[in-house]
């Protein structure tokens, strides 16, 4: 099992910029698929990002290509979300996932075993 803690979200002027940080603890961080989700309010959680166990593979939803990056650090059991360019619509909470499953990267909510408490990010028109 392994416990996520987001931190890093805010209230940020459009253009602007944050980094979302995601601690684990428990077991090995490195065994685990790893993802950012987000639910805007009266919408459903959608894929934002996802990163391969050794980071080597990325993945990111359309609306955030260019704009957003995911990595991780396996040293520091952390993974991150670089967020530049912000804009009205990323509005949401953030939720970043861990999944213990065989495969690379994943997409669905429901392909992650793990979950953090999310973090509120608000950017303002």
């Known amino acids: 099992q392994v416990q996520l803690v987001e931190s890093g979200g805010g209230l940020v002027q459009a253009g602007g910029s944050l980094r979302l940080s995601c601690a684990a603890s428990?077991?090995?961080?490195?065994?685990?698929?790893m993802g950012w989700l987000r639910q805007a309010p009266g919408k459903e959680r959608e894929f934002v990002a996802g990163?391969?166990?050794?980071?080597?593979?990325?993945d990111h939803r359309d609306s955030v290509k260019g704009r957003f990056t995911i990595s991780r650090d396996n040293t520091k059991n952390t993974m991150y979300l670089q967020m530049n360019s912000l804009k009205f619509e990323d509005t949401a909470v953030y939720y970043c996932?861990?999944?213990?499953?065989?495969?690379?990267?994943?997409?669905?909510?429901?392909?992650?075993?793990?979950w953090g408490q999310g973090t509120q990010v608000t950017v303002s028109a």
């Open positions: 996932a861990a999944a213990g499953k065989t495969g690379v990267l994943f997409r669905k909510e429901d392909d992650y075993d793990y």
């Open positions: 428990g077991r090995a961080f490195s065994n685990y698929v």
């Open positions: 990163i391969s166990r050794n980071g080597f593979a990325t």
